[in-house]
């Protein structure tokens, strides 16, 4: 969401994402939301409150707050980890994400 060519970020338009997901798959599919530049942080955290999984990182925005670089994706992750905590849901362990997107474990 957010680049070129592609939907743009919003709440509005993740919903309708969502739906359409959810009509197409059912209501116990695995979702995931990315979002670039700006709309990174608020796109990902709406995603997160509507049930998703969300991917945060250098490639998809290159600051971690307004007019602040981010120095790694560690950061951007670190800050999604403490905005996801303070809203009591639940986070996925490495292990977890594994499972939840069917990797080897190795």
Not at 16 to 44: E, K, N
Not at 51 to 56: E, K, P
Not at 59 to 85: F, H, I, P, W
């Amino acid at each position: 969401m957010g680049i070129l060519a592609g939907i743009p970020a919003g709440v509005e338009n993740l919903v309708y994402l969502l739906r359409a997901t959810q009509q197409a798959f059912g209501d116990s599919v695995q979702w995931p939301v990315c979002a670039a530049g700006q709309h990174q942080i608020p796109t990902c955290t709406a995603g997160v409150l509507l049930g998703g999984h969300i991917r945060v990182g250098l490639e998809d925005n290159l600051y971690v707050e307004r007019g602040r670089l981010a120095t790694s994706s560690a950061e951007q992750v670190q800050k999604m980890v403490r905005l996801v905590s303070e809203l009591s849901i639940p986070i996925a362990t490495p292990d977890e994400a594994r499972a939840i997107l069917n990797l080897d474990p190795q």
